[in-house]
């Protein structure tokens, strides 16, 4: 099996069918990453560049080790010092990369659409890390593989995602796995940071925390993206925490056995407690650890699968 596109630009774009296989296969390369010599030689000889311009710690991270573990050269490029800082366009970029024969191409863009633009001028594949408030097709993958892992489904259970829902490509790309993959989705958050019409993708909104957490079997939380914000959207980061905040005793009104997901990075204390992202029912270092397998999944079913079978 592979997956029959050249690029990975969004969760929107994928069949429940698509998102399946993606999960299966990082499922299977799991294991890879507990052996003592974590490698495999599936992509001996394919080179994948990371292209990011904005900056990040667990998606560059992860994609690089996913890379390594499956024998593809990784090559990291720092856009501070490439010849972006010169006014370089990104089709010139793309271009001039393209020359170098890469057989992968992850970019990371605050601009939506820059994926789908790169995607236009280079023949590689092309893998969206995350583009401005739009998509993290790779986040929402291992966010669904680690409530699968732990719910043994994802059929049916209810999906809080609460915060800044507006700026949050984690949120978009969320809604649309977990509803293709027949969850029900409610997101939460200020009536200022609830997006007009978000209903549309196929979840239900509120304002009210207490509504998203009752009977809730999965919580995740966002992080408030204060970078993306051009003016604020509350009054003050105290009172945002007060209500929207996760901490003990607002947890207590979901299930007992919910789980807890944050993509990273944490603000400590604004919109999840210390107590809460360290304690029993967080998952958040389980999605970073789930981010390398469902990486090296996409690596696999975009560059690598299909020389398996001609074998
Ligand atoms: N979840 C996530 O995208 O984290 P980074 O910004 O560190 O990559």
Redesign the pocket.
Known sequence: MRLKRKDLLGIEDLKAEEIELILSTAESFKEVSTREIKKVPTLRGKTVINLFYE??????TSFEIAAKRMSADAVNISVSTSSVVKGETLKDTAKNLEAMKPDCIVVRHSSSGTPHMLANYVGCSVVNA?DGAHE?PS?ALLDMLTVRERKGKIAGLKIAIIGDIAHSR?ARSNIYGFTKLGAEVMVAGPPTMMPAGIEGLGCRATTDMDTALRGADVIMMLRIQLERQKESFFPTVREYSMVYGLDEAKLKKAKEDVIILH???INRGVEISSEVADGPYSLILDQVTNGVAVRMAIFYLLLGAAREEAR
Do not use: L
């Not at 900056?55 to 560059?60: A, D, G, I, N, Q």
């Open positions: 900056p990040s710690t667990r998606t560059r995350g993290h986040q984690v993509p990273g990075p």
